[in-house]
């Protein structure tokens, strides 16, 4: 079964240009009729024009550009059909489309692949075949610097076979140069790809034996693109470079992924993580975690592995608000690899973390490819698909220019405006990260809450269950405004056994989900009823000693007290750090110990006798949410009291870069490197200084640039943090004499 083909074009803008109508038969003065198969073409902008499909007919190895006028091409896509139209410009404008096989009535298109489909052991053959033109006879380079680049020591051959675990292995020939009949004029990709066959073949290369051909051509500035491919498909075209990271990219294509895109996102003119649709664009091949953007020689991300067939259906799992996550490093040994989480529009959120590993991910510890989760929009199956998505990177601080940062990183959450989901980073180990999902959305309120007293048995409260739009986790009762039960999500009824004759009591009831929202209280007043045969109570003597209470044993099931409040909750804020304290509860057993959430999920745990909780890891200028809820010894919790805290501005500028030493020069190139160097928070830049000059002459991201110098100027380097706080000078140090 071959999958249809499409074509997305790789790296900058791509111009189409229409192929000669190859095979046709009359059908009238400008009319005729082709035979082949039909294939999508994704024509990617880039921020130059807008996205837009193109469809080509393929007969053997001839591509003709169809304008489809309206057709369905969507039944006929990767059918063999026959096409009758109008030829202008080179490009068949259709009338009508059939099945080459089976009449006029199209077959049904070919279905996704399952979930569960992993890709099965396969071998590689690229035949590379590179031409020049009759305007442009260059020779670029050799055949072994293509040979190298595809087969060498860092080259596509060692990427794919360590990313695929040994699934794939790859060879590959590399013949040439042909110079075909054809001017550069135009950039007919299309035709170059007739004539480079034709002459290849007549040299005696037999390019149907391999699996893959990669047309490689001098750089040519008529064609807008660095290289090409159809995805799925066998095809690339590779315009003037021997870069292994555009090579992996226009291979992945062939291999079945579309792009790695990043989201950029922007509410009243501030950019933020996410937002509705509308409110964000599409940063095309901005995602610096993977090959299939163009930032880096990175392996593919989870979503993207998924769709290569390399993970299996167990190490993918479908996250719903609720529930903790732990997530492996593709590289690692934990079971799950990617988690999705439904945003209820048809995308999900693919959350994955990487690992230093190998020769192509190389991150540095403490990295946040490796110290964070990364999210992205994905739009796929992250399965083997007839149809690949692109993905798009959400920065999870958005506050700074680069996308390096945009992993969540332990001790922050996101939270989605569209679906109301929470994703908040946990802890971090050599495993993988722990991560939890929640939503926003209140269950519903209890419905016809009722009540009864009787005499010997208490007050007895029935309701209707409440509902919620993922899942209840329970009821809270309140008995005059303290929790006395916390009740199971399938019970819609309690019994008050502690409720005494002759009082009058006010209960709620409120529906807990599973992400801790609590839903509107259902409330009824409840009167017991006098015990005509007890003997009255006097009034109490205020000068009596109190006698004691008799309770029921620590952990006894008849304790269904809740413990009170915690009170006078304080917050001692810093730059990254919240100092909570709050005064004790009380209960009639004992509290046994606090819980702390921050934006509803839980981060800490204190010991009843311990009053105080600290917070780290906390972004600068920015504001959360506290509860603080006491336990006693069989679990009943105290109805929470909260705070809502800013954090301070980050005043402090990083430490001063230390080790500034030149590590290679070039002629007038000279490479610096120095120490990494720390911040209270994190150092996002360095800016690199010119001995003379108060402004910057270069910029970046990592304690290492390569710059043009000047004979007996000397340079230094500041360090930057996020919040554009600069350091001291570094020592001085001398470009080149």
């Not at 595809?150 to 590399?174: C, D, M, N, Q």
């Not at 979503?303 to 732990?326: C, F, R, V």
């Not at 109490?540 to 007290?561: E, F, H, I, K, W």
Request: net charge negative.
């Amino acid at each position: 079964m071959t999958r249809p083909a499409q074509l997305v074009l790789g790296l900058l803008l791509a111009v189409v240009i229409a192929a000669p109508v190859a095979a046709v038969t009359p059908g009238g003065a400008s009319q005729r009729t082709l035979t082949g198969t039909l294939e999508q073409a994704y024509v990617d902008g880039f921020g130059t024009t807008p996205d837009s499909t193109a469809w080509t007919l393929r007969s053997g190895n001839r591509l003709t550009h169809v304008n489809l006028r309206g057709q369905d091409a969507a039944r006929y896509e990767g059918r063999r059909v026959s096409i009758t139209g109008n030829v202008a410009a080179e490009t068949l404008d259709a009338a009508s489309i059939t099945t080459a096989d089976a009449g006029t009535t199209p077959a049904a298109p070919e279905p996704a692949l399952p979930a569960t489909d992993v890709a099965a052991p396969v071998a590689k053959s690229i035949a590379v075949v590179m031409f020049n033109f009759t305007d442009l006879r260059t020779t670029p380079y050799s055949a072994a610097t293509l040979q190298n680049a595809l087969t060498g020591p860092g080259g596509v051959k060692a990427f794919y076979e360590e990313e695929s675990k040994g699934a794939v292995s790859i060879t590959a020939s590399v013949y040439g140069w042909y110079q075909i009949d054809a001017a550069t004029t135009g950039c007919a990709w299309s035709t170059w790809h007739t004539l480079a066959w034709n002459a290849a073949v007549a040299d005696g290369v037999n390019l149907a034996s391999f699996t893959n051909v990669m047309f490689v051509f001098p750089n040519t500035p008529a064609c807008g693109f660095a290289g090409l491919g159809y995805v799925p498909g066998s095809y690339t075209y590779i315009n003037g470079t021997t870069s292994v990271q555009v090579l992996t990219h226009e291979l992945g294509h062939n291999m079945g992924v579309s792009h790695s895109n990043a989201y950029n996102c922007t509410v009243n003119g501030t950019r933020v993580a996410i937002a509705a649709v509308a409110s964000c664009t599409v940063q095309t091949y901005a995602d610096p975690f993977s090959t299939m953007g163009n930032n880096a020689l990175r392996h593919n991300h989870a979503s993207h592995l998924g769709e290569l067939g390399w993970l299996t259906a167990d190490q993918k799992a479908i996250g719903s608000p609720g529930n903790t996550y732990t997530l492996a490093p593709y590289f690692g040994a934990g079971p799950t690899k990617l988690v999705r989480i439904p945003r209820g529009d048809g995308t999900f959120f693919d959350l994955d973390i990487r690992s230093p590993y190998g020769s192509f991910d190389t991150y540095s510890a403490g990295s946040p490819a490796v110290a964070g989760v990364t999210i992205r929009v994905g739009q796929g199956t992250a399965s083997p698909t007839w149809s690949p998505k692109m993905t798009l990177l959400v920065d999870t601080t958005p506050g700074t220019s680069s996308l390096t940062d945009a992993p969540l990183l332990v001790g922050r959450s996101l939270t989605d405006p569209v679906s109301t989901i929470t994703i908040t980073a946990l802890s971090v180990d050599a495993s993988g990260i722990s991560v939890r999902v929640t939503e926003g959305i209140d269950p519903t309120a209890p419905a016809n809450l009722s009540g009864n007293g009787v005499l010997g048995t208490g007050v007895t409260l029935a309701w209707a269950a409440a509902t919620d739009n993922v899942a209840l986790d329970g009821y809270r009762v309140a008995r005059d405004g303290v929790v006395v039960a916390a009740l199971p999500a399938n019970a819609t009824a309690y019994t008050d056994a502690a409720a005494q004759s002759g009082h009058t009591y006010a209960y709620t009831v409120t529906a807990i989900d599973t992400s801790g929202n609590l839903g509107p209280a259902a409330g009824a007043t409840v009167v017991m009823p006098v015990d005509p045969s007890a003997t009255p109570t006097p009034p109490p003597d205020p000068n009596a000693t109190p006698a004691p209470t008799q309770s029921p044993p620590v952990g006894s099931s008849l304790d269904t007290y809740a413990p009170s409040t915690p009170g006078d909750i304080a917050a001692e804020v810093g730059i990254t750090t919240v100092r909570l304290t709050w005064s004790a509860s009380t209960d009639d057993i004992g509290v046994v110990a606090y819980r702390v959430t921050r934006e509803g999920a839980l981060v800490g745990t204190t010991s009843a006798d311990t009053l105080t909780w600290t917070d780290t890891g906390r972004a600068p200028l920015s504001v959360y949410g506290y509860a603080v809820e006491a336990l006693d010894a069989v679990g009943n919790p105290s109805i929470a009291t909260s705070i809502t805290v800013q954090t301070n501005p980050d005043t402090v500028r990083p430490s001063t870069p230390t080790g500034l030493r030149r590590a290679a020069r070039s002629g007038t190139y000279v490479t610096f490197d120095w120490a990494d160097t720390p911040d209270n928070v994190r150092t996002v830049k360095y800016y690199i200084y010119r001995v003379g000059r108060s402004t910057p002459i270069a910029m970046t991201r990592i304690s290492q640039v390569r710059i043009a110098t000047v004979s007996g100027a000397y340079y230094y380097v500041r360090a930057v943090d996020a919040a554009g706080n600069r350091s001291a000078n570094s020592a001085r140090l001398l470009g080149r004499s």
